[in-house]
């Protein structure tokens, strides 16, 4: 992602040497079919089925990433009233603690070969922010590749604005760069090829990550030279917005190439302006306004797309110096939150086309999957509700089948008692029982020799038919 601080440290010089032609054998290798509709994300889309990145900021930005329901609270993400969908920095107060608060999501699904159209209205602005549109692996970076379609750094928002205001700038500041750079991050050794067809300007070669501090192989787009509106930062803003496709075609062609049109272009495609479009195909597109052609195809692998807003950190913070901007990178994000009213990504929609019309994964559950996880978890319910049902009932069987058989022996006991006929001392236990506080047993002249048996007295016996008393001593 930081392929920009390296052709701002080229200098025109060194420029106008990558300038592309138009003619080359990048040219002849883009053949494009039709791709079908893969999704479309619009509105709530970017709330449902877009993860929100909450932890510390890997590219070390003054930035705090909140979650969906953080934002929605804080009014920094949202649905607007003509459909549009927001995501934005918090422009409110004084940052604190890891930064000021913003935005960071990736999609659930995950894409690779085909066509990615962004209908842009609005993108952040201000100075130290960093913000970005790309794709890149989930996990494992920089093996799985990183494609950056929109980059850049410092872009001051709208002359005599709020937010030009509240940052303090002068008359003559301007955007020290004022162009979109598309660029690759590999985990290989990577370079550009030479040459491509293209009407970019071809910046760092190197591609891998681990080359020159991750600056990565770029190429600047020509705005202002083809639509006579700059590709990045305020003068997209002020044409209101426009178009930024990415026909991403390692497989056949071995190249991801980067288009780009503001929204008072003449020729933008029907296919690209088209929302509903259902197939699309570059063919008929043009020359890209980036061809980031290399042989290392093999290094890029399924990605999920990205939005954030980030703040100085390892890029804005390197070239903060030249944007013109007032104090330090950090100490101004902290402390000049008005300057950051326009520090907002305004999104219309987001369409994904490839040959399947499907995403290569998703770790979002589809609408079949959460149907059978339902219906697993009623039948699971009454299956345990069965069991439980069964358990008791045969608890109880047993409980009332060993009741029987207590009953049933002291039933025989009795009965043995009683055809034995009375003892010498049965007597005893009949006025016992009856006249309790009468007789003791000096009574008798002595102790009451002991009794083979005596039966209990306290209570009736469940199933025995007999009342509590006396019982015959055998």
Same mark, same amino acid.
């Given at each position: ?203 760092? $070669?190197?591609? /891998?990550?681990? #080359?020159? %501090? ?10 202002? @030279?083809? +639509? =006579? ?48 479009? $259902?197939?699309? /195909?570059?063919? #008929?597109? %043009? ?10 195809? @093999?290094? +890029? =692998? ?173």
């Amino acid at each position: 992602m930081l392929a920009l601080l390296a052709l701002a440290l080229a200098g025109s010089a060194s420029s106008a040497l990558a300038q592309s032609t138009t003619a080359s054998a990048g040219a002849s290798l883009m053949t494009s079919s039709t791709l079908k509709l893969a999704k479309r994300y619009a509105g709530s889309d970017f709330e449902n089925d877009f993860k929100y990145f909450t932890d510390t900021d890997p590219t070390n930005g003054y930035v705090n990433y909140v979650s969906l329901s953080d934002g929605q609270s804080a009014g920094l993400v949202g649905v607007q009233s003509d459909g549009s969908f927001v995501m934005k920095a918090d422009s409110t107060k004084t940052g604190s603690g890891r930064g000021r608060d913003s935005i960071r999501i990736s999609s659930k699904d995950k894409y690779a070969d085909g066509v990615y159209i962004l209908d842009l209205n609005h993108m952040p602005v201000g100075c130290g922010t960093w913000p970005a549109f790309w794709t890149v692996v989930e996990s494992g970076w920089p093996k799985g590749g990183e494609i950056d379609i929109i980059e850049g750094t410092n872009a001051l928002p709208s002359l005599y604005s709020a937010a030009w205001n509240a940052s303090s700038l002068g008359a003559n500041a301007t955007t020290a760069i004022p162009y979109d750079v598309a660029s690759l991050h590999t985990s290989s050794t990577c370079a550009l090829v030479a040459g491509s067809y293209m009407t970019g300007t071809e910046g760092n $070669t190197a591609c /891998s990550a681990y #080359d020159a %501090g991750n600056l990565g192989c770029g190429v600047d787009l020509a705005g202002e @030279s083809v +639509f =006579g509106t700059d590709s990045f930062g305020p003068s997209v803003n002020a044409a209101g917005g426009g178009y930024y496709a990415m026909w991403r075609d390692l497989t056949n062609s071995g190249g991801v190439y980067i288009y780009f049109w503001p929204r008072n272009a003449t020729n933008i495609p029907a296919d690209v302006t088209d929302s509903t479009a $259902t197939t699309t /195909s570059v063919a #008929d597109w %043009g020359e890209p306004a980036a061809n980031l052609t290399v042989p290392c195809t @093999s290094d +890029f =692998g399924d990605h999920v797309i990205t939005f954030d807003i980030t703040f100085c950190g390892d890029y804005a913070g390197a070239t903060y110096s030249a944007s013109g901007c007032p104090s330090t990178c950090t100490s101004f994000v902290q402390n000049n939150p008005g300057a950051f009213a326009e520090t907002y990504w305004s999104v219309n929609s987001l369409r994904v086309y490839n040959a399947s019309g499907k995403a290569v994964s998703s770790s979002a559950l589809s609408a079949g999957a959460i149907a059978g996880i339902v219906v697993g978890a009623v039948a699971a319910g009454v299956i345990a509700y069965l069991l439980y049902r069964r358990a008791r009932y045969t608890r109880r069987r047993r409980l009332l089948i060993q009741a029987q058989a207590a009953d049933d022996a002291v039933a025989a006991k009795e009965a043995a008692a009683a055809s034995a006929g009375p003892g010498a001392y049965a007597f005893v236990a009949r006025e016992q029982t009856a006249f309790p506080k009468k007789y003791s047993a000096t009574s008798f002249g002595g102790e009451i020799p002991a009794l083979p048996y005596v039966a209990d007295h306290s209570a009736p016996r469940r199933g025995s038919g007999r009342p509590g008393g006396a019982s015959w001593v055998g």
